[in-house]
């Protein structure tokens, strides 16, 4: 059974940091693609960071320079330091799983960046 997991949510004020985790289960964590997406009230779901298996990253132009993806497989984690948060940052944030044609997702932390 598939499970990912991420924790690391919570309120910050704005230029604060936060870093999230997901831990993955029930698949080849190395094999698999990883992504962190966030999405606002009201707002679709958007890509905010993906690193492939290979540890090719990208990154959406409005978090350049502010967030870091990174994973360690042997922890079957993937991270996404955010730096310099912004209140527009604020969203609940899913990572994703992409493995063998199949996307499984995790059931989101919430960020918010408030004074």
């Known amino acids: 059974q598939v499970q990912l997991v991420e924790s690391g949510g919570g309120l910050v004020q704005p230029g604060g940091s936060l870093t999230l985790s997901c831990t993955a289960s029930g698949f080849t964590f190395s094999s698999a693609a990883m992504n962190w997406y966030r999405q606002a009230p009201g707002k679709e779901r958007d890509l905010v960071a993906r690193i492939s298996k290979t540890s090719s990253i990208y990154y959406a132009n409005s978090v350049k320079g502010r967030f870091t993806i990174s994973r360690v497989n042997a922890k079957n984690t993937v991270y996404l330091q955010m730096n310099s948060l912004k209140p527009e940052d604020t969203a609940t944030y899913y990572c994703?799983?992409?493995?063998?044609?199949?996307?499984?997702w995790g059931q989101g932390t919430q960020v918010t960046v408030s004074s």
């Open positions: 994703k799983a992409s493995v063998d044609f199949t996307n499984y």
